[in-house]
Every structure is written in structure tokens, then in C-alpha cells.
């Protein structure tokens, strides 16, 4: 049997099927990734503008990339990927994402069940309260509660991922029937166990990539090689057709 007809015979069949996505799936929505030719870190020296350490330092400089993008994120839109993954999810044929993203844009395109693994971008925290507020315009939130300024709620460099998050995701990847990875090479921990996790436990892993990642030929099934917003939605069509 062909391998995609394998998937989707796997797909329709699955009791659970997750999927795990990356920056690849926000691209074309005009998110650059952070890590590409073109990503942000060429511009911006994560360690200067992301960690944990320069947020106690210089809390303003943190800031000044976080209005950045949350700018490209307002601007954006959920594009054919994250629509496919929300139609799935309404028929019945997904039953959660995991993602890496912290745009929301899994959210605006109507998918429910999605654990936000690294935070999102559109609340501060303060690290004293533990205070949380929606970010509005440019200005830096301060906490009502201390005064301090807050944090942005995302996972900085030097963090580590929300313990809600990191366990509810480890359990939904342990027990999938299908695993798919969409848009992410996989290479960031923690998140880079989730596929190994689910496919320990017998899970069908999908991959859809631009190119092939250090998961293709370990222990992917199926590997859908292109750009997600055409794959992915190719896939789902092909599945309504069966």
C-alpha cells in the first residue's frame, strides 16, 4: 500500500489523532519562522532580545521585540493550513494540537482544542503576582498589583515551558493513534520528544514539511513533502473523498 493511502487509511481510522505544528505553518500567513534564511533571529540575537535574563536586566528590550511581533500578528491571517486542521477538528477527525506557535492563529480559524505548548503573545504576566493582562497598543503593562513591569506570557530562552502545558501535551502525544507534525523540523526540546513519545506508543506518524527533517527517515510513515498550505488541505480533501 502507498504510504499516503496508508495515512489516510490510519487517519480515518484513529481513535486520536494530534497534530504538532511549527512556525512552517504560520509562514505563509506573513509570520516569518525565527530560525531561516529570513527568520528574526538574523535580525534579532535571541539572547539579547529573548531570554529570560536580559527580560531581569533590560525588561525594555524584550519589549521592543515583542511590539514587533505582535504587529505581524495582528496583521496576519489564519491561512489554508490552519483552517484544515479546524475542519478536522470539527468532523471529528482531530482531537487536539499541539503547538510551538504563539500567534493564535490556530484559534482565529476556529480549531478549540489547542495547547498554546511556548504561551502566547497576546498577554503579559507579572513574575511577582502571577498577574495576567491582555496587551494593548505599544505600551509596556505594568502589574495592578505591584507596579512592576510584566513579562510577556510566552516561554523566553531560559524558561521553561508552562508545567500545564508540557504535561498535557506529553499525555495527548502518549496516547495517539496518529501523530502529525506539520510545519516543524522538531529540533526544539521539549517539544522535540513529542514525536518520539507518541510513536513509542504506537502512534502513525504524519509528517508535512517543506523539506525532510531529522524525523523523516527515523521514524516518520508518511512523509508530505511541500508547502503545508497546499499539502495539508490536499490531504483533508482527499480524506472526505474516502
Known sequence: ??????????LASSRQTIALTGAGISTASGIPDFRGAHGLWKTYDPMKYASINTFNKEPARVWDLVFKLLQMVHQAGPNSAHHALASMEKAGLLHGIITQNIDNLH???GSRNVINYHGSI??????????????TGQRTPECAGCGKIMKPAFTLFGEAVPPAAFLEARNLAS?????MVIGTSAVVQPAADLPFIAKENGAFIIELNNEATGLTNYI????????????????ILKMKKN
Open 220 to 235: 516518520t510513515d508518511c512523509f508530505i513533502k511541500g508547502p503545508v498550505e497546499e499539502t495539508l488541505p490536499e490531504l
Open 122 to 135: 497576546e498577554h503579559a504576566v507579572c513574575i511577582i503576582c502571577n498577574n495576567t493582562a491582555p496587551i
Open 175 to 179: 496516547f495517539s493513534d496518529v501523530f
Open 1 to 10: 500500500m502507498h504510504e499516503r493511502d496508508e495515512a489516510l487509511k490510519k
Open 107 to 109: 484559534q482565529r480559524a
